[in-house]
């Protein structure tokens, strides 16, 4: 495993007895949630962001990651708030939103928050090109990033996340998709889903599909515009930090 990189690292902010455990998406870093969970720290919560297995290094370190990794990458972060915390909310983006889906599915928790989570995996007939892929990833070893859907250029260039990912980890994040999928009727706990109308990858009518797998009674969808997919470090993430903490403080008091 390569270094951390500079702004990559894992967080734990101590505070009271609600914790949060934040988690960044593919192929980002803990840094993608940090503000955010600076933010909640500020209003007194406990908060942990973990680093997912094989990010914030460097990229050859995915070709290693299989979608449990990042899972029990995920779990380790709840434990180490469990044993501080007496109510723990679950806030993700995108891959790190459906390990929260997945994660409120099978414990025991308060909430959860996310953010541009998808319900499928966003490639054009993924589920025939899946079979294939190790094959295929034998000749097209990376994928590069696309065009960007960034409206906060300054954010977009201090952001901490690979530029070019190993193409196999897309068959990890299908799977790890599929399993959320089956297992989303088991999640009661209340539940905000956040998309931006302006994502350039996850389209918002996967908010809908996720509403109506889940047993939550409690489901909202808030839906922004101004945003890119990066949710949480673009232009309107105080917008969102503000949602994320009037949630948290409406289920405790409640």
Same mark, same amino acid.
């Given at each position: 495993?390569?270094? /951390?990189?500079?702004?990559?690292?894992?967080?734990?902010?101590?505070?009271?007895?609600?914790?949060?455990?934040?988690?960044?998406?593919?192929?980002?870093?803990? =840094?993608?949630?940090?503000?955010?969970?600076?933010?909640?720290?500020?209003?007194?919560?406990?908060?942990?962001?973990?680093?997912?297995?094989?990010?914030?290094? &460097?990229?050859?370190?995915?070709?290693?990651? !299989?979608?449990?990794?990042?899972?029990?990458?995920?779990?380790?972060?709840? =434990?180490?708030?469990?044993? /501080?915390?007496s109510? /723990?909310?679950?806030?993700?983006? +995108?891959?790190?939103?459906?390990i929260s889906l997945?994660?409120? $599915? @099978?414990?025991?928790?308060d909430?959860?928050?996310?953010?541009?989570?998808?319900?499928?995996?966003?490639? !054009? &007939? #993924?589920?025939?090109?899946?079979?294939?892929?190790?094959?295929?990833?034998?000749?097209w070893?990376?994928?590069? +990033?696309g065009? +960007?859907?960034?409206?906060?250029?300054?954010?977009?260039?201090?952001? $901490?996340?690979y530029?070019?990912?190993?193409?196999?980890?897309?068959?990890?994040?299908?799977?790890?998709?599929?399993?959320?999928?089956?297992?989303?009727?088991?999640? $009661?706990a209340?539940l905000?889903?956040?998309? +931006?109308?302006?994502?350039?990858?996850?389209?918002?009518?996967?908010?809908?599909e996720?509403?109506?797998?889940?047993?939550?009674?409690?489901?909202?969808?808030?839906?922004?515009?101004? $945003?890119?997919h990066?949710?949480?470090?673009d #232009?309107?993430?105080?917008?969102?930090? &503000?949602l994320?903490? @009037?949630?948290?403080?409406?289920? /405790?008091?409640?």
């Amino acid at each position: 495993m390569n270094q /951390i990189q500079p702004r990559a690292h894992p967080f734990l902010f101590r505070g009271n007895d609600t914790g949060c455990l934040l988690l960044h998406g593919l192929p980002g870093s803990p =840094y993608e949630v940090r503000e955010m969970g600076e933010f909640l720290a500020e209003k007194g919560f406990s908060v942990c962001g973990p680093r997912l297995f094989g990010h914030g290094t &460097h990229h050859d370190d995915l070709k290693r990651a !299989k979608w449990w990794d990042w899972f029990n990458s995920a779990m380790d972060g709840y =434990y180490q708030l469990s044993d /501080i915390c007496s109510r /723990i909310f679950l806030v993700g983006l +995108s891959m790190g939103g459906a390990i929260s889906l997945l994660l409120g $599915s @099978r414990l025991a928790v308060d909430g959860v928050f996310v953010m541009a989570v998808p319900f499928t995996l966003p490639i !054009k &007939h #993924a589920n025939r090109i899946r079979p294939f892929l190790p094959i295929i990833s034998q000749f097209w070893r990376y994928y590069d +990033s696309g065009s +960007s859907d960034w409206t906060d250029k300054e954010a977009e260039r201090t952001h $901490s996340a690979y530029d070019r990912r190993p193409l196999r980890i897309y068959g990890e994040l299908y799977d790890l998709l599929g399993v959320m999928r089956e297992e989303l009727p088991n999640l $009661s706990a209340p539940l905000r889903l956040i998309y +931006s109308e302006d994502d350039g990858s996850i389209p918002t009518s996967d908010a809908q599909e996720i509403l109506d797998a889940v047993a939550s009674p409690d489901k909202e969808v808030f839906l922004i515009d101004g $945003s890119g997919h990066n949710i949480p470090r673009d #232009a309107k993430r105080d917008e969102v930090f &503000h949602l994320a903490s @009037r949630f948290v403080d409406k289920v /405790i008091s409640t």
